[in-house]
């Protein structure tokens, strides 16, 4: 097994996914990010930590646009981020989106909403589309809940739509913003566990957590965040069994001592 991981970790430069360099963003006078630097190769899971209001979000929502940035560049894929329009649209298929609400849409069933995606914008033709949503939501574990609606749910589920809706699309890149932040403790574990799954099968995730356990299971390298920098980088061992840090040690010290 170790072989695996060693040539997962120095994954050659041809193979960088995900690039920001040099990312600096403003909300007013708050500067939420500081000269960002962080590449993501291909089929690496990087998880980003750190105290409310590091700006791990904000990170999070730039690789998709939703987030526009004041300086600095990302590029998806070795193309840079468009700006709007279709090029926009395109890109946020290709980079899945999972955010801590579930942004379903209320009104149509959740066989209908892993659909939405793959007729509108991927413009698959509907049969195919029927077929791959129920695949998806079976290997999500909500494949008997096809036909209802997001409110009948528990929220563990709804948030496992949101995923297979997500992974409809084949995008190259996932982005979790908090995905489990809204769940009731015993549904936490259900949504991790397909995440896990996603990062066992090589998804390149980008993940913004509150959830230890994951980052230390499923991350290839941990990016730690405080004051809107990225303070320190490393594997998952090396960070919580040795973070260089103060900033670091100072924050694992008050969350894994609850």
Do not use: W
């Amino acid at each position: 097994m170790s072989e695996v991981s060693v040539t997962k970790d120095a994954a050659p430069a041809a193979d960088d996914l995900v690039v920001l360099d040099n990312v600096n963003k403003h909300f007013g006078a708050l500067h939420v990010l500081q000269d960002i630097d962080l590449t993501i190769s291909r089929g690496e899971v990087v998880v980003v930590i750190g105290p409310s209001g590091s700006g791990k979000s904000t990170l999070c929502r730039t690789i998709n646009r939703l987030e526009t940035v004041d300086s600095g560049s990302i590029s998806i894929d070795g193309k840079p981020l468009p700006q709007e329009g279709k090029a926009l649209a395109k890109l946020r298929a290709d980079v899945g989106m999972v955010f801590q609400a579930f942004n379903l849409f209320a009104h149509k069933t959740v066989l209908e909403n892993v659909m939405l995606g793959q007729t509108k914008v991927r413009r698959t033709d509907k049969q195919e589309a029927e077929k791959k949503a129920r695949a998806l939501l079976d290997r999500v574990g909500v494949g008997n809940q096809a036909d209802k609606y997001p409110a009948q749910l528990s929220g563990g589920q709804q948030q496992r739509v949101a995923i297979a809706r997500a992974l409809a699309m084949d995008p190259k890149v996932m982005l979790f913003d908090e995905p489990t932040s809204a769940l009731d403790p015993e549904m936490i574990n259900e949504v991790l566990e397909v995440m896990k799954q996603l990062a066992d099968e090589g998804m390149t995730m980008v993940v913004v957590t509150h959830e230890m356990g994951f980052a230390r299971s499923a991350a290839n390298r941990v990016v730690f965040m405080a004051d809107g920098r990225i303070v320190e980088e490393a594997t998952p061992d090396q960070f919580f069994n040795n973070p260089r840090s103060d900033r670091a040690k100072d924050f694992l010290a008050k969350i894994l001592h609850h």
